[in-house]
């Protein structure tokens, strides 16, 4: 089993940055990606991007690309989501996730963290 704990989130103006970072415990050995989600209410869960724990591979939304990147410390079971040029429209609960079934970014992933919230004020 994989634990994540985000961190990081909070209000920023329109315009900002803000990173989010993710730190997993647990069976960590066993994880093949890590992901960020968003959420508003009303409104379907969306993939924001992932990476690949070993090797090299990102995914962006359309959303966010351009704007948002990726990262990951593997040494110390950490993942960030740096996030530039902040909209309203990215309020949203953010959730990390791991996935340790399968080798490729996009989900279903595995296991989650509870969210942690980001508003971007206007």
């Known amino acids: 089993q994989v634990q994540l704990v985000e961190s990081g989130g909070g209000l920023v103006q329109a315009g900002g940055s803000l990173r989010l970072s993710c730190a997993a415990s647990g069976r960590t050995s066993s994880m093949l990606a890590m992901g960020w989600f968003r959420q508003t209410p009303g409104k379907e869960r969306e993939f924001v991007g992932g990476i690949r724990w070993g090797g090299r591979g990102t995914y962006y939304a359309d959303s966010v690309k351009g704007r948002f990147t990726i990262s990951r410390a593997n040494a110390k079971n950490t993942a960030f989501l740096q996030m530039n040029s902040l909209k309203a429209e990215d309020t949203a609960v953010y959730y990390c996730?791991?996935?340790?079934?399968?080798?490729?970014?996009?989900?279903?992933?595995?296991?989650w963290g509870q969210g942690t919230q980001v508003t971007v004020s206007s």
């Open positions: 996730a791991a996935k340790s079934s399968e080798m490729t970014i996009i989900p279903p992933y595995d296991y």
